[in-house]
């Protein structure tokens, strides 16, 4: 699928298929995520796939704004070393992973996890070492039904030209 | 482009040519940016572009590792008001923007800004008000040279399949 295309299509999806996805689907769009920019070449990001129904359930359960995990049969937990752009770096990754499911027919949703107070806990079920630290969750798979388009502002309210 | 060809093909690019960006894909960057996911649809984001060379080269000055800015024609500076995940929407914003370009034949660098000193200067620059804040600028323009393959680390090795 065209790159702005698959920006443009991508959507939060909630419902999901119970339908597998294929590993080498699942790898593109991890690999997808380690090709992001990093500041100054860290690469601080480590990804977790999880497929396991017990433990997306045990995901889904600490997630308040997650319980689909327990759903969607992928679920993609990223973690960064502490530097000080890890955050950057972590959500750079997640957006081409997002962008990279689109174009492979995947729906997904990103879960919060940086600042959020069960980031321990996740790590913590994913026997993640306290180096790490959480930055979000993706829930991945075939979308039960087409979600609608988002509603985003429009182009002309948020690009401003030459100064504010 | 494809978006995974867009993806792997993305590079920070520090040495462009003088010439000029069409304003039609200014704005296929910036519409790219605007589509990015958003925590609780807030969509903080506000996306200044700026073009005229005095200006990118006081930008140019301000930043210690955006010196090139003053060099390619185009500078995207964004910018959120502050809400709990302002820097994940505006990092998946930027980098939404990156990928857009790339597919579009443009070079870009993402240059920081969230944490660095120089950020209240730049918004002051730009007349940015107090309720912003900066979240990176993004050099773009036609690369003057064809930049090397960034050196990632391996698939494997950050890839974690079931728990770490």
Redesign the interface.
């Known amino acids: 699928?065209?790159?702005?295309?698959?920006?443009?299509q991508?959507r939060?999806v909630r419902n999901y298929s119970p339908e597998p996805v294929p590993v080498e689907l699942i790898?593109?769009t991890?690999?997808?995520?380690?090709?992001?920019?990093t500041?100054r070449?860290v690469?601080p990001?480590?990804?977790?796939?999880?497929?396991?129904p017990q433990?997306r359930a045990r995901l889904a359960e600490i997630c308040e704004y997650g319980r689909f995990i327990a759903e969607s049969p992928v679920c993609i937990a990223t973690f960064c070393h502490d530097t000080?752009?890890y955050?950057?770096d972590g959500?750079?990754a997640?957006?081409?992973m997002?962008?990279?499911a689109?174009?492979?027919g995947l729906g997904t949703c990103?879960v919060?996890g940086?600042?959020k107070e069960y980031a321990g806990t996740i790590a913590q079920e994913?026997?993640?070492?306290n180096s790490h630290r959480l930055i979000?969750l993706v829930a991945m798979g075939y979308a039960a039904n087409s979600a609608g388009p988002?509603?985003?502002?429009p182009?002309k309210e948020?690009?401003?030209?030459?100064?504010?």
Chains 1, 2 share one sequence.
Not at 1 to 8: K, R
Not at 30 to 37: E, G, H, L, Q, T
Not at 158 to 164: D, G, I, Q, S
Request: aromatic fraction near 8%.
């Open positions: 699928m065209d790159a702005l295309e698959a920006i443009a991508r939060s790898e593109k991890v690999d997808a995520a380690r090709r992001a920019p500041a070449n690469q990001w480590e990804f977790v796939v999880i497929t396991d433990v000080k752009y955050l950057e959500c750079a997640i957006e081409n997002l962008v990279a689109t174009a492979l990103w919060a940086d600042k994913l026997g993640v070492p979000g988002t509603k985003k502002r182009l948020v690009l401003h030209t030459e100064n504010w």
